[in-house]
């Protein structure tokens, strides 16, 4: 089948775009306002995007329920950053949850029984049970065109300045996926776990 994406002529009872790109990393995104409100978000719209500097990004679509940017829009515009944190197969109801369309003040990590632990070098909060949080400082928010029910979208770019990972997950000196064990986003209300890992070597 072939369709068009500006009339969406597929004829399926479900976009199927989304499972088309699978799986997606989920960026689950931590930051804090300007009057020291925590968020937390899952975003499957999000990737890393370059390796020397480390960059990420994520984009937060459509509006809040109170009107306005999403708080993890809203919050890395006023103060500039943001930490990504690892959604783990051992947290994936708690990132459900913590997907929740709730008022701004809502936190985020309370109503998912999730623990703050201070970042090093960001005022946002990173998330303790996460094996791994990278520090971001944002480079540039983008404005995305809208479609053709005028919901906005918008790409965060960031740049990554600092890593923590759990020393457990590290065995001979590399990050094992396996211990991980990282979620990731497919389509429809589907998700998959990495548990399985295998290696190919570069052609010369
Ligand atoms: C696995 C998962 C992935 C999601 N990915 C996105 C995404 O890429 N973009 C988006 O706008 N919302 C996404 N959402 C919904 C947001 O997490 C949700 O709207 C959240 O409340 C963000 O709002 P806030 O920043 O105001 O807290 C996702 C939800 C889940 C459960």
Not at 1 to 24: E, Q, S, T, W
Not at 137 to 157: F, H, N, Q, W, Y
Request: net charge negative; aromatic share 8%.
């Amino acid at each position: 089948m072939f369709y068009r994406c500006d009339v969406n002529d597929h004829g399926l009872p479900y976009n199927p775009f989304k499972a088309c790109v699978i799986p997606r990393p989920i960026g689950w995104i931590s930051t804090v306002s300007a009057d020291g409100v925590p968020n937390l978000s899952p975003f499957s719209f999000f990737n890393a995007i370059n390796e020397r500097p480390p960059m990420v990004m994520y984009c937060p679509n459509g509006e809040h329920r109170d009107g306005g940017e999403k708080d993890s829009v809203k919050n890395a515009r006023e103060t500039g950053e943001f930490v990504v944190n690892l959604a783990s197969y051992d947290q994936r109801d708690a990132m459900n949850a913590s997907a929740a369309s709730v008022p701004r003040g809502v936190d985020e990590f309370e109503l998912a029984g999730l623990t703050k632990e201070p970042s090093t070098l960001v005022r946002a909060p990173r998330l303790k049970e996460s094996p791994v949080n990278l520090e971001c400082a944002v480079l540039d928010i983008l404005e995305l065109p809208t479609s053709d029910d005028k919901k906005s979208g918008r790409m965060v770019l960031g740049r990554v300045l600092g890593i923590h990972i759990r020393d457990e997950v590290i065995v001979d000196g590399m990050v094992r996926a396996e211990l991980l064990r990282p979620l990731s986003r497919l389509g429809y209300m589907d998700y998959a776990v990495t548990d399985s890992v295998f290696q190919l070597e570069r052609p010369k």
